[in-house]
């Protein structure tokens, strides 16, 4: 997440990530003079295991700003951004400008480029997302996932999106479109960069040996499934034990918490794509 | 100059050990921007309060815990928290060989370059086995108190070790419906291919630049000086006719670019 982020909405809880079930953005995905209005929501969600700050009653605790100086609580009314142009002072940015910079035609997703998805490297990807057709705009959306698929090619564009500007390849899984946002290429150092040495010549029986290695252990199907975070399984087994053994439980009266409730994005996204029902 | 490791282990491949090096692939070049005290203009700090009372809750005082149902939470101690910490251990496993195009984009997470560390001859003719046979290696280890799985695969001459998500973290659209709405026409369908040929091409990722990031420097250095430079308004747009004229446009436009490119 860029750290241009913090101070556009109000200071950020502990998992805000897993909150709310707004789109991440609204806009315009293009090509040729085709436009097609969209929402962009995540594609990836953090470990489902989140730990919540509690008080020493097991109290939710929340994360605030202050002020240094009156040490008050702020608003994110009473907050700005700084860029610390030599130590102590601030040139201050505010997001108006920041929106004002990017240019007019930035501001959309304007596929100018299309190429096979097997064309781009894995260290260029970074986050993944989805984009939904916002309502009314179903049949270019349609017309534009089913073109992809059958030209085989995934469409590459930049766009600026609060407050950063993104590279994403977009194409269509099940019908329906992922964006996939990637590393600019001076984001991403080269083996001489890092000081790696230059390859020496290698003798073919040496590659010869690993090239048995791996196809020996060639896995002929891959479950993705198999791909697991043993961190947050250990975590939820253990959480189950102590929760089974009514030690280390504790309850609160916590108010019905509408805007903080913790919300499955993956229902977020099922009924946005289910369409939005019209009122008659 | 030269960047410096990370983190020093071995790739472990059968009984066959290459000792190497991870350095960070990735050059963060994000403007960072410090959040203020508007009235200030200092730095701010950030504390955890009891949102009820508004009180401050000192650090030491702070407890973690998982919620399992609305306002009943599950409390875990720090020696709970250490339990999960996985064996310390310098090996990098390689057990099993996938084709290099078999996990989606989605999966990927942070590279890592792997640099030899001693052993280069051993070290290139991985590097040069795992191209050849266009295979990535499912590897499992340990740095810093994290276990983590990753994708081994041939950068180049080199090697790269890019961290994976679990299937978890992933959103599948399997899992979700397909969009609402009726299916394209043949004729729309016929031209939006033509459309999508025309600006067909091969990626090279050198072609995109973050200009905006060079315009919010720029910005921010004028400022630095004194000058208050003037930025245009936002202008919201209307929309436009109907999808077949569209496109037709659109490859018409298209391919008066091109001719006139082609001629120049």
């Known amino acids: 997440m860029p750290a241009v982020r913090k101070t556009r909405r109000k200071p950020a809880t502990d998992h805000e990530e897993q909150r709310g079930a707004r789109p991440f953005w609204s806009g315009t995905l293009t090509f040729g003079l085709v436009s097609v209005p969209v929402d962009l929501y995540p594609g990836n969600r953090n470990a489902r295991t989140p730990l919540r700050m509690l008080g020493p009653d097991g109290v939710p605790l929340s994360r605030r700003y202050y002020s240094q100086k009156t040490e008050k609580d702020l608003d994110a009314d009473d907050m700005i951004r700084g860029y610390e142009i030599e130590k102590d002072k601030f040139v201050l940015v505010t997001d108006d400008e920041l929106e004002r910079l990017a240019p007019e035609q930035s501001r959309d997703i304007d596929l100018r480029s299309f190429a096979p998805l097997e064309q781009i490297a894995p260290i260029y990807f970074d986050r993944s997302y989805f984009l939904v057709p916002s309502s009314g705009s179903e049949k270019a959306y349609k017309l ?40 600019f290429s001076d984001e991403i150092r080269t083996p001489k960069d890092v000081g790696l040495p230059e390859k020496k010549k290698v003798p073919a029986s040496a590659v010869k040996k690993f090239e048995t290695v791996v196809k020996k252990h060639s896995a002929r199907s891959f479950s993705l499934k198999t791909l697991k975070d043993e961190r947050a399984e250990n975590l939820r087994k253990l959480i189950a034990r102590k929760k089974a053994s009514k030690k280390n439980v504790v309850h609160v009266e916590v108010p019905e918490r509408e805007e903080g409730k913790v919300v499955d994005l993956l229902d977020v996204l099922k009924k946005s794509l289910a369409g939005k029902k019209k009122a008659a | ?49 009891n949102p009820e009372s508004g009180d401050e809750v000192p650090n030491e005082e702070v407890r973690k815990g998982f919620e399992v149902e609305p306002g009943t939470f599950v409390i875990l101690e720090e020696e709970d928290l250490e339990k999960l910490v996985p064996e310390a251990s310098r090996d990098v496993e390689i057990k099993k060989f996938v084709s290099a195009t078999s996990i989606p984009p989605a999966y990927y997470d942070r590279p890592y370059y792997v640099g030899p560390d001693g052993d280069q001859a051993a070290y290139f003719a991985l590097a040069e086995a795992l191209k050849n046979q266009e295979k990535e290696g499912i590897a499992h280890w340990v740095m810093r108190k994290q276990s983590y799985t990753g994708a081994l695969r041939a950068e180049g001459d080199y090697l790269l070790l890019c961290t994976l998500r679990s299937a978890d973290e992933v959103l599948s659209a399997e899992d979700l419906p397909t969009p609402a709405g009726r299916a394209p026409e043949k004729r729309e369908l016929a031209m939006a291919q033509q459309l999508v040929e025309l600006l067909k091409g091969d990626f090279d990722p050198k072609e995109y630049k973050d200009e905006y990031r060079q315009r919010v420097m720029e910005f921010v250095e004028k400022k630095a000086k004194g000058h208050k430079p003037r930025l245009k308004l936002v202008k919201s747009k209307s929309k436009t006719a109907s999808l077949d004229k569209i496109l037709s446009k659109s490859i018409e436009s298209l391919k008066k670019e091109k001719r006139s490119a082609r001629s120049a």
Do not use: C
């Open chain 2, 1 to 49: 100059m030269a960047a410096r490791a990370i983190w020093k282990g071995n790739l472990k491949l059968n009984s066959t050990k290459i000792p190497v090096k991870l350095y960070s692939a990735v050059q963060d070049r994000a403007i960072r921007f410090h959040i203020l005290d508007d009235k200030a203009k200092m730095r701010v700090k950030q504390h955890m309060i």
């Open chain 1, 144 to 183: 534009l996932a089913e073109t992809m698929k059958k030209s085989k090619l995934a469409g590459i564009a930049t766009f600026v999106m609060r407050g950063k500007e993104y590279l994403v390849t977009i194409f269509p899984e099940n019908g329906i479109l992922r964006a996939e946002t990637m590393r």
